[in-house]
């Protein structure tokens, strides 16, 4: 198992651009998630899924879009990136039903000047 | 709504000497907890949980972590570092019920220096 993939790594966008971090999950969990890292802020939490075709907001939605059409996939979308949306992404599953674990992907670090 | 201190943002360690690094919680039932390690540039690594049961839990690499409800702590320790654990170390919190946000709260993380 890949357990969870995050593409791309890095990326640099300009202020306005539009982007779509990837996120997959091989383990078959129903529960997805989105944080953000920033320096000295441990991580927050952007967007979560509980099922295809169910999401719902977090702690810092502001300024992102998520989408759930399969199981395997949880993309992030930035609209009009700013500034302030420079970090670092995480993508992360859980089979909450069974564990709680949630486990990470390897992150995707943005920055938008 | 829940939150989670870690009050050392950095701790200087020699290599061979304990470790303990502190976490309080604050959530108005019992919560799920964990201990995630994060190395330079790599996404978080569970080290362990704790969900009910014995209050010492034991995880990977070594490390084992003591919840007290009394204190509202989950505290991580280690009898010997390593100078691979070199690393940033996240306590993080989990809400029990099924209703709201079901991620995570982390705090803000520990980093972790191991002195040769």
């Known amino acids: 198992n890949a357990g969870v993939t995050q593409t791309p790594k890095f990326r640099i966008l300009k202020i306005g651009q539009s982007m779509t971090l990837q996120c997959t999950q091989d383990m078959n969990h129903n529960y997805m998630y989105w944080y953000r890292q920033d320096p000295g802020m441990g991580l927050k939490l952007i967007y979560y899924?509980?099922?295809?075709?169910?999401?719902d907001k977090g702690e810092v939605p502001n300024g992102y879009n998520v989408s759930r059409s399969t199981t395997e996939d949880f993309p992030l979308r930035l609209e009009l990136a700013a500034p302030s949306q420079t970090s670092v992404y995480f993508c992360?599953?859980?089979?909450?039903?069974?564990?709680?674990?949630?486990?990470f992907g390897p992150g995707t670090r943005l920055t938008v000047t | 709504a829940q939150s989670v201190t870690q009050p050392d943002i950095h701790i200087t360690v020699s290599e061979g000497a304990s470790l303990e690094l502190r976490c309080n919680y604050s959530y108005g039932a019992t919560p799920y907890l964990f201990w995630y390690v994060q190395s330079p540039g790599q996404g978080l690594q569970l080290l362990l949980k704790y969900f009910s049961g014995d209050t010492l839990v034991q995880g990977i690499k070594g490390f084992e972590a003591e919840f007290k409800r009394s204190q509202s702590s989950f505290n991580l320790r280690k009898p010997s570092v390593h100078w691979s654990d070199a690393a940033e170390y996240f306590c993080a919190v989990g809400v029990r019920s099924g209703g709201g946000a079901d991620g995570l709260t982390f705090g803000k993380g520990t980093h972790l220096i191991i002195q040769p």
């Open positions: 992360a599953s859980s089979d909450r039903d069974y564990s709680y674990e949630q486990y």
């Open positions: 899924s509980v099922g295809a075709g169910i999401t």
